[in-house]
C-alpha cells in the first residue's frame, strides 16, 4: 500500500514545520477581507497559526497577520480565535 504524502504548513508564530490539519488558517480574499478559514480552502493569500492558546495570543501581541497578509488586521479576528479556542476546548 502507498503511503500518503501529509502536506505541512509552518506556524507564522512559532516557525514550526506541522500537518496542515492541526494548524488553523487565516486568509486576505482578493476583495480585501481577512477571515479564519476553517475548511482550509479559500482562495486568497493564507498564513497559518498552531492551534493553542498561547500562540493565539502572541499573534495578536506581535500583530503578526497584518505582517504576513499584507493588510491590517482588527483584533477582533484574534479575539475570535481565542474565543473560538475556549469554545473548542469545552467540548
Not at 44 to 54: C, I, L, M, P, T
Not at 70 to 81: A, F, P, R, T, W
Amino acid at each position: 500500500m502507498k503511503k500518503r504524502k501529509i502536506p505541512l504548513r509552518k506556524c507564522v508564530v512559532t516557525n514550526e514545520m506541522k500537518p496542515k490539519k492541526e494548524l488553523i488558517r487565516i486568509v486576505r480574499t482578493p476583495e480585501g477581507e481577512v477571515v479564519i478559514d476553517s475548511t482550509g480552502k479559500k482562495s486568497g493569500r493564507g498564513a497559518y497559526v498552531s492551534n493553542s492558546q498561547e500562540c493565539f495570543e502572541e499573534a495578536k501581541k506581535k500583530d503578526v497577520f497584518s505582517r504576513h497578509l499584507n493588510v491590517k488586521v482588527s483584533s477582533e479576528i484574534y479575539d475570535q480565535l481565542i474565543k473560538d479556542r475556549i469554545k473548542g476546548d469545552s467540548q
